[in-house]
């Protein structure tokens, strides 16, 4: 059953109709930084879906204390997921996100190990950040005017085999693009297994999303 009941807030409508250019989202977010937490932090139920969602999986899969796994917050943002993510003992955690002044942002949280600015997912990934991570997690990013589905890809290849991925599609985005099609060409050619997949799941209550499990291989 699909829980949204409201429209967007405004910032949330505006940054839905972004064109995905870096420079234009770049721009966008750096007027935004300073209110994102106001604007969104309410009823984002997908925050601690998400979280449970790579909490509940890593443990069949990753034979380690929860402690020394190494987390990628792909679209970190402001860091609003942090929080969730070290209840669950994922503490060794690193923000990744385009936009620089939303990792200043993150840096005030001071629950990031690590943060890494003006990743764009289109772009080959730096070295430093290849197969570096025992997991990752993606919350808003694969979202109508942000990036292409292809950004798989990469979130897919900073990710350790054996790994953990767990990522949000919003709804409208995953009906308009060819987010399946990707997904499924990476399971057919062994790259990931599909462990499992929660549509019309909750997000905000402006809208639900579906959420997908990988695990690298």
Known sequence: MTKSTHAPHVNIHDALKLNGEPEAIVDYYTGWAKTYDDDVRENYYGIQYIAQLLGDSI???????????????????TGLMAPALHRLGLTQLEGIDLSEAMIEKARETTLYQALHANINLHDPLPQKLQQRYDAAVCLGVFTPGHV????????????????????????????????QSVS???????????????????????????????EVR
């Open 148 to 179: 292409t589905p292809d950004a798989l890809n990469q979130i897919i290849g900073m990710t350790k085999p054996g790994g953990v991925v767990v990522i949000s599609t919003r709804v409208p985005y995953y009906t308009q693009t060819n987010y």
């Open 59 to 77: 443990a069949p899969t990753v034979n380690e204390s929860r402690e020394s796994l190494v987390v990628a917050d792909v679209g970190c943002g």
């Open 184 to 214: 499924d060409q990476l399971i057919n050619k062994g790259i990931v297994h599909l462990r499992s997949r929660h549509l019309d799941a909750p997000y905000r209550d402006d809208g639900d999303a579906h959420y997908w499990v990988y």
